[in-house]
């Protein structure tokens, strides 16, 4: 417990952004597909490493979402991409995860985007702030309990515009995706060397401390609604992120800071979209211009 004190700790001091500066910087939802700005948008670099943790653009737009990439990796030392729910709209799910591996394998990305599909990097650079970080990373697809499934597939877009995508599909991936990233907490907890824990996933793992958001229509309705979401991914806060093991979880989608084991750190809404195409105030791409409101650790 104590090595866990210290390494929240630690990672803690990179949140509060230290004279160095702050080591990773996190962005999320930006939706890129929206006016397609894969090629124009931009935001400042602050750090040597970049988490997109989802909801970058689709990954049926390749060549656009590749252009994107390309831009980032002339700026970050690395970048870590988590797949979000967005990614892959418009193809199905086996195709979009053949897209992501083979943009990680893409020559003009120089070997520096690591896709985190239930995946674990390790740091065994020279950076002291970041000696000894591990990083675990899934979308984390949220839990549908039995009772709402049927009203969540009928109401949420993920089962519109993903191919063969079903609410009892959409639950298994979440179990899959959960027990993984237990049994890689425990590993790493099990090692002889001790090892300060990030946590990347799209969705998040608990709703406790999010912002509630008003929308219009049975789908806002339904995201305030815990059985929604959160049923289930509460487990992997009560036994993966509440006991040993994680120093900071990263997620985005919701509104604010959601408290998650020891630290907790959420950048859900990006970069407003040009004259906001139709979109509400606070709905998808929203937030500050430019990006200045990306989150550090």
Known sequence: MDFLQGATRRLTSLLQQPPTGPRLQILSDVHLEVGEQYRTFTFPAT?????LAGDTGYLSHYDGYLAFL??????FERVFLVLGNHEFYKGSYEETIEAAQRLER???????VVLLHRRRWDYDGDDENLRGLTILGCTLWSALPDDSREMVQLAVSDFKHIRDWTAQRHHDTHLEEAAWLRGEVERVAGEEKRRQVLVVTHHAPSRRGSRTRTRRGARGSMLTRPSWW???????????????????????????LCAAGDQGVCEPEGVRAPEQHGREEGEGAAGGQGGEEAAWV
């Open 106 to 112: 893409e020559p003009a990305l120089q070997g520096k």
């Open 70 to 75: 390309k831009a980032q990796v002339t700026r």
């Open 47 to 51: 750090a040597p490493f970049l988490i």
């Open 230 to 256: 959160t049923e289930g991914v509460v487990v992997v806060v009560g036994e993966v992120a509440g006991g040993e093991g994680v120093g900071v979880w990263a997620h985005a989608l919701l509104g604010r």
